[in-house]
């Protein structure tokens, strides 16, 4: 991010300022005043928080470095962002955390040469990553890329996200999502992500998909037609067949297609579009069937159009999430 008020001199000073308040927080030693006057330092200007939050990203890249407490930074709206000048310091801040030099620590692949963070807030965007390989996020999701020596490593932080990866045997693109990976050479896939749950869509070449990254091993490898799925605490991935009728992908075009399915199945795909996430009241309601093909942009409207369509009506719990409850049917009278 650049802020035309500023000189380049002062823009290297928002910057350093915030390599340094990255490190100091990250510290054991850092005191109360001083992280009382890191929240000073980031009401003074917005770019304060940007740097800083831009920074957070780089240092976290290096799995290996604690995070600090969780700070409370604006948030900046941006598609792309590719802070070359602060990764470089970044590097230079793991670089004195480590005890070696950032050189050292990309032979090593410890630290990535190139990073990059993307994000899709209202429309479906086409990004292209440093190797070349090609990804589209869809609405709501946010990636990252980090090149380092032995591997090209994607997080998907949250959504979802259609692959085209470029080849290359040698440098394996492996992409982290909730708490397992999916691991390629150069193929195409889609992941989709909502809370700890994960499904991936193969649709050329081939993939090793992990449902524990701590778990020995690259996975189980899924041909193409094939999809994997896993959640919090799955030891192995559970994989199937892909049919023709497969609607995973209709986002690609704007839909999101319910095949006839049961509420209780249909609500992560439809609250992966929705500020407030939509809830079911009990089993019986999550057994409702719902069908048809939605504009992803319009899901909100959805929400208010469901007891015109079926047995249910809307009340909300105490956290303000609307929730389904079926009509109970009237005994027959004799």
Known sequence: MTDNSLSQTEYDAVTDAAAHWCMRLHADDCTVEERQA????????????????????????????????????????????????????????????????????????????????????????????????????????????????????????????????????????????????????????????????????????????????????????????????????DYIPRISQTYDNDNSLAWLNGKLVLDDLALRDALPLINRYLKTPLMVADNSTGAIRIGGIYNIKELNTLVASLPKVLPVYLTRNKDGNPVLNSIPQQAPKS
């Not at 030099?101 to 807030?121: D, K, M, R, V």
């Not at 394996?172 to 909730?178: E, R």
Request: charged share 20%.
């Open 38 to 233: 890191f929240e000073q330092w980031l009401d003074v200007h917005p770019l304060h928080a940007s740097e800083y939050e831009a920074m957070l990203e780089i240092w976290d890249v290096a799995g290996d470095l604690p995070r600090p407490e969780p700070v409370v930074v604006p948030m900046v709206q941006a598609k792309v962002r590719t802070p070359w000048r602060t990764f470089g310091m970044a590097a230079a801040v793991c670089a004195l955390a480590l005890p070696l030099a950032a050189y050292s620590g990309w032979n090593l692949g410890w630290l990535p040469n190139s990073y990059q963070h993307f994000e899709a807030t209202d429309n479906v965007h086409q990004v292209t990553l440093q190797d070349g390989s090609q990804v589209e996020l869809n609405l709501g999701s946010e990636l990252t890329f980090s090149n380092y020596k032995d591997q090209r490593r994607v997080t998907l932080k949250k959504g979802e996200a259609f692959f085209s990866v470029s080849h290359d045997t040698t440098h394996p693109f492996v992409v982290k999502a909730a708490e397992g990976k999916i691991r390629v050479t150069g193929t195409k896939f889609n992941v989709w992500m909502y809370e700890d749950q994960v499904k991936v869509n193969l649709i050329e070449g081939s993939v090793l998909v992990s449902s524990n990254d701590d778990l020995p091993g690259d996975g189980l490898r899924l041909g193409p037609a094939m999809q994997a799925s896993y959640g919090h605490g």
